[in-house]
C-alpha cells in the first residue's frame, strides 16, 4: 500500500479495464463503460487527479505490480467521498480492498472529515454487500452517466467518529463511479 505516483498511470489504467469489464459488461451498457474507460481513465485524467488537493490516492501491489486503486476527496470540511475503489478481479478476496478503503478512511479522518460517502451501481449487489460488511449505510439514491447511458446508484456513507469496525483502528490507513 502506497500513495499513487504519475509513474502508476499506465498499471492504474490497465486495473480500470480489467475491472470496469469484469464487473460492468453484465450489468451497464457498452458504451457506458467505453466511455468511462475512455475518459475517466485517459492519461491526463488521471494525471490531473493527483494535482488535486482535496484528494490522496493510494495503490496497492502484489507480486511487484499495482492490482487496485483508491481515491477519496474532501467534499466539505465535514464529508471525504470514495471515488474509486478497485481491486483486480483475480485479486480480489485477499483483502486488498480492505486495505485500501482503510487507507482512504485514514486520510478521510487526517482531514477532519466526520463521515464518508460513497456510490455503488445498484446492481454491483456484490460490491454493495461488503460496503454494507465495512460498516456503511445506504443514505440515498444517485444517477451515474456516461457515454449516452446513465445507471442507478447505491449512496452509502459511514460515519468516522463512532463506527465499529476497521475504521476505528488506531492509525488505520473510500468509489463513486
Do not use: K
Not at 142 to 165: I, K, M
Request: glycine content about 8%; overall charge positive; charged content about 30%.
Amino acid at each position: 500500500m502506497r500513495p499513487r505516483r504519475a509513474s502508476d498511470t499506465r498499471a492504474v489504467r490497465r486495473v480500470a479495464r480489467r475491472t470496469w469489464r469484469a464487473t460492468y459488461a453484465r450489468i451497464a451498457p457498452a458504451a457506458l463503460v467505453a466511455t468511462v474507460l475512455r475518459r475517466g481513465y485517459a492519461h491526463e485524467a488521471l494525471l490531473r487527479t493527483l494535482l488535486d488537493a482535496a484528494r490522496d490516492a493510494f495503490v496497492v501491489e502484489a507480486g511487484g505490480e499495482v492490482v487496485g486503486y483508491a481515491d477519496a476527496v474532501l467534499r466539505t470540511a465535514a464529508e471525504a467521498e470514495v471515488t474509486r475503489l478497485y481491486v483486480r478481479p483475480d485479486r480480489q478476496g485477499a483483502g486488498l480492498g480492505r486495505a485500501l478503503l482503510l487507507a482512504c478512511l485514514s486520510a478521510a479522518r487526517r482531514r477532519g472529515a466526520a463521515r464518508v460517502v460513497l456510490g455503488v451501481d445498484r446492481d454491483n449487489r456484490r460490491a454493495v454487500a461488503w460496503y454494507r460488511r465495512q460498516g456503511f449505510a445506504p443514505v440515498g439514491t444517485d444517477v451515474f452517466e456516461a457515454g449516452g447511458a446513465s445507471r442507478p446508484l447505491v449512496r452509502l456513507a459511514r460515519d468516522l467518529a463512532d463506527a465499529p469496525g476497521p475504521a476505528s483502528s488506531p492509525g488505520a490507513p473510500v468509489s463513486r463511479r
